[in-house]
């Protein structure tokens, strides 16, 4: 089955222990991005990925980080996590950079940053 | 910049009534549009999209879409409304920069069927 998956699906942590939340598509895709979705904001880019080892930042990078080694694996960590951390965190991937591109996104991921 | 607004982030509406659900975009250059719908505890997964064409997109569960360039409307509707409609709905823009995709959301509208 094609998809998306993150894990893990829930976690509480405090703050400024490491995290890593890993992400895997098995569709050969090679665009992959994370958002976080807070009540009232919608959802917020904060890294995108365009193939491997190209990564760069969203609109709201600042506390995490991403890697792209693997073409279906996009992890993002958060180094020192904050409490304005505490979100719904997705991560999408699409066959084409490009304007075409529908979005497939995984389950979501809710961290709470105690 | 591309910037989405939705207009209303509740919504309630009887079983077998009309759903509309508002979107108005901006863009520097024509747009791709999307609607995509997110069910409780699950993530997002596309309900129809425009990128050239027909204005009028069908989607998925009987939802449609009309793009109206003099309005800069994409707004969602469906003829009867189903309680398995229940859901959040966001409407997404979509603009070629710089080789990539930049997709920016609305915030959302949360559908309520009342039975």
């Known amino acids: 089955e094609a998809q998306v998956t993150q894990n893990p699906r829930y976690l509480i942590t405090v703050t400024g222990k490491k995290l890593t939340v890993t992400c895997s598509q098995n569709m050969n895709h090679e665009y992959m991005s994370w958002y976080r979705q807070d009540p009232g904001l919608g959802l917020r880019q904060i890294y995108y990925?365009?193939?491997?080892?190209?990564?760069d930042k969203g609109d709201v990078p600042e506390g995490y980080k991403v890697s792209r080694k693997e073409k279906r694996n996009f992890p993002l960590i958060l180094e020192s996590p904050s409490p304005n951390q505490t979100s719904l965190y997705f991560c999408?991937?699409?066959?084409?950079?490009?304007?075409?591109?529908?979005?497939?996104f995984g389950p979501g991921t809710r961290l709470l940053v105690l | 910049a591309q910037s989405v607004t939705q207009l209303g982030s509740h919504v309630s509406v009887s079983e077998g009534a009309l759903v509309l659900l508002r979107c108005n975009y901006s863009?520097?250059?024509?747009?791709?549009l999307f609607w995509y719908v997110q069910y409780p505890n699950q993530g997002l997964q596309l309900l129809l999209k425009?990128?050239?064409?027909?204005?009028l997109v069908k989607g998925i569960n009987g939802f449609e879409a009309e793009f109206k360039k003099s309005e800069t409307s994409f707004h969602l509707t469906k003829p009867s409304a189903h309680m398995s409609d229940a859901a959040e709905y966001f409407c997404a823009v979509s603009e070629n920069s710089g080789g990539y995709q930049k997709v920016t959301f609305g915030t959302g509208t949360k559908l309520q069927v009342i039975p």
């Open positions: 863009s520097s250059v024509p747009p791709y």
């Open positions: 425009y990128t050239t064409g027909a204005t």
């Open positions: 999408a991937s699409s066959p084409s950079p490009g304007q075409r591109g529908t979005q497939y």
């Open positions: 990925s365009m193939n491997v080892e190209v990564t």
